[in-house]
Nanobody, 122 residues
Framework: QVQLVESGGGSVQAGGSLRLSCAASGRTLSSYAMGWFRQAPGKEREFVGGITWSGGRANSVDSVKDGFTISKDNAKNTVYLQMNRLKPEDTAIYYC???????????????WGQGTQVTVSS
């Protein structure tokens, strides 16, 4: 079992920054890949980026890559999503997820956090 808890969401003006955290606990975390997804109202959940515990990265399309950085702290079992130059269209609930391999597909991830709301105003 893997438990995931996101934090760090909130409201920010366009151009601002937020850093989301995803604290993971459970067994054999080193064998999991971690993904960040987001879901805006009325839209599908989309892949933002991901990272393996060994450091391999997969990013999403260019529209969300710009200004977004994923990192991890192995000692704290925590993955971060640093979001800079935020835009109103980045408004969504952001989720972290754990799965056996890094993928852009939500179906590859069996464990999900509860989500954290990010609201960007213009």
């Amino acid at each position: 079992q893997v438990q995931l808890v996101e934090s760090g969401g909130g409201s920010v003006q366009a151009g601002g920054s937020l850093r989301l955290s995803c604290a993971a606990s459970g067994r054999t975390l080193s064998s999991y890949a971690m993904g960040w997804f987001r879901q805006a109202p009325g839209k599908e959940r989309e892949f933002v980026g991901g990272i393996t515990w060994s450091g391999g990265r997969a990013n999403s399309v260019d529209s969300v890559k710009d200004g977004f950085t994923i990192s991890k702290d192995n000692a704290k079992n925590t993955v971060y999503l640093q979001m800079n130059r935020l835009k109103p269209e980045d408004t969504a609930i952001y989720y972290c997820a754990a799965g056996p391999y890094l993928s852009r597909s939500r179906n590859a991830y069996g464990y999900w956090g509860q989500g954290t709301q990010v609201t960007v105003s213009s």
